[in-house]
């Protein structure tokens, strides 16, 4: 693969982070040459850190790796996509992306974040930590008893009631993966396989 890094005055190119399943994108970093030799031979993602001047493998102090699917360069040869599978939240806020910042909507992956930070610093009010603290057979119980009412429910006419049993369901089956010390994209890369 050819990537024209003299088009920059730098010698970087940016590249784009972006999920290999979901198709989210995820960062943006530079590379310059060194950085795209090391990222191809350990299938992980590494940067040239302009602010620390040096190789910078992203996940090398939090553990959270890019491991790398697919390297595309555009069409002029001077910006890189990388498809990834993150092992972990990608932005240093904690978020599974860098460009959550400012969107206010709600995603199963926000509310993933939640669950996962009530089973990490449990709170007593809290309801998801009080499914915890009871164990895994009471919160694969509660995933059951969920399922049962969600059927019922349907069954009938009412679409509000319908739409809260199937919150509640993906509520609690969310807090059986985190008991289960598995994630939402675990399932979904299960999924993507079965696809092909």
């Keep these: 693969m050819k990537v024209d890094f003299s088009k920059y ?15 989210k994108v995820l960062m943006l970093g530079f590379m310059n040459e060194e950085a795209l030799e090391k990222s191809q031979a350990e299938k992980r993602v590494t940067y040239f850190s302009r602010s620390r001047q040096r190789l910078w493998t992203k996940g090398e102090s939090s553990g959270n790796f890019l491991l790398i699917k697919e390297i595309i360069p555009d069409c002029d040869k001077d910006t890189l996509l990388i498809k990834v599978t993150p092992t972990g939240p990608v932005c240093h806020t904690g978020a599974d ?7 206010p909507l709600f ?13 990490n610093n449990p709170a007593a009010s809290s309801y998801t930590t009080s499914l915890f603290e009871k164990g895994i057979a009471k919160i694969a119980q509660k995933v059951g008893e ?50 092909k």
Excluded at 15 to 23: G, K, L, R
Excluded at 97 to 103: H, Q
Excluded at 107 to 118: G, N, T
């Design 9 to 23: 005055m730098d010698g970087l190119v940016p590249v784009i982070i972006q999920d290999a399943i979901s198709n």
């Design 97 to 103: 992306t860098c460009f959550n910042e400012n969107n």
């Design 107 to 119: 995603s199963l992956e926000k509310l993933e974040e939640i669950i996962r930070d009530r089973k």
């Design 146 to 195: 969920e399922t049962v009412e969600l059927v019922i429910e349907s069954t009938g006419n009412d679409d509000s009631l319908f739409l809260n049993e199937a919150a509640d369901l993906m509520f609690h089956y969310l807090v059986l993966l985190q008991a289960k010390k598995c994630q939402l994209s675990n399932v979904v890369k299960v999924l993507a396989e079965r696809h």
